[in-house]
T-cell receptor
Framework: AQSVTQPDIHITVSEGASLELRCNYS??????LFWYVQSPGQGLQLLLK??????LVQGIKGFEAEFKRSQSSFNLRKPSVHWSDAAEYFC???????????FGTGTKLQVIP | DGGITQSPKYLFRKEGQNVTLSCEQN?????MYWYRQDPGQGLRLIYY???????QKGDIAEGYSVSREKKESFPLTVTSAQKNPTAFYLC????????????????FGQGTRLTVV
């Protein structure tokens, strides 16, 4: 069965500092991988996705993620965090087509001035 | 603009009542999903539907029911059998590659917060 692990429940970073959110997945074939962001009381917005090709993918809002098959990881990074990045971030894995997407439990990001 | 609309945004239910959450999409997606979100537990799949008049149970279907009579609509009923229904409910639709969009991507509504009073 497919699964996603986000080991960090909460992360606090200073504004302007770099950020890395960890995501490990389990999937029996080539995975489709996603990062979503959720502001309080809102739905989820797609930041970026990986299906094939270049293992470093660029997303919106200055985020990027790197797919490492050998480590079953898809970590999200941002070189300089802004206060508006404070939100909850979800990693997800799916198989493409109609198959269901499985979400991790989320990492809540706090940004301090 | 294409998108997914969930209504109402807030919903209050008395114990023992059934309530129905609405989810409508105009993205022409075949697949639609309902998730429940609780603090610290991420998103858990309740039901999903890949095509009209067909749906499957997800990981936590007990106490919930759905219908899919139209492609655009996938309402979720929270029945009195659901013992702890207070949560944030998210509806999503998914674009398979065959619909001309690059790859699978879930589009989400803004959610419905259900509270039992």
């Amino acid at each position: 069965a497919q699964s996603v692990t986000q080991p960090d429940i909460h992360i606090t970073v200073s504004e302007g500092a770099s950020l890395e959110l960890r995501c490990n997945y389990s999937y029996g074939a080539t995975p489709y991988l996603f990062w979503y962001v959720q502001s309080p009381g809102q739905g989820l917005q797609l930041l970026l996705k990986y299906f094939s090709g270049d293992t470093l993918v660029q997303g919106i809002k200055g985020f990027e993620a790197e797919f490492k098959r050998s480590q079953s990881s898809f970590n999200l990074r941002k070189p300089s965090v802004h206060w508006s990045d404070a939100a909850e971030y979800f990693c997800a894995v799916g198989g493409g087509g109609y198959q269901k997407v499985t979400f991790g439990t989320g990492t809540k990001l706090q940004v301090i001035p | 603009d294409g998108g997914i609309t969930q209504s109402p945004k807030y919903l209050f239910r008395k114990e023992g009542q059934n309530v129905t959450l609405s989810c409508e999409q105009n993205l022409n997606h075949d697949a639609m999903y309902w998730y429940r979100q609780d603090p610290g537990q991420g998103l858990r799949l309740i039901y999903y539907s890949q095509i009209v008049n067909d749906f499957q149970k997800g990981d936590i279907a007990e106490g919930y029911s759905v219908s899919r009579e139209k492609k655009e609509s996938f309402p979720l009923t929270v029945t009195s059998a659901q013992k702890n229904p207070t949560a944030f409910y998210l509806c999503a639709s998914i674009s398979p590659p065959g619909q001309g969009i690059l790859n699978t991507e879930a589009f989400f509504g803004q959610g419905t917060r259900l509270t039992v009073v």
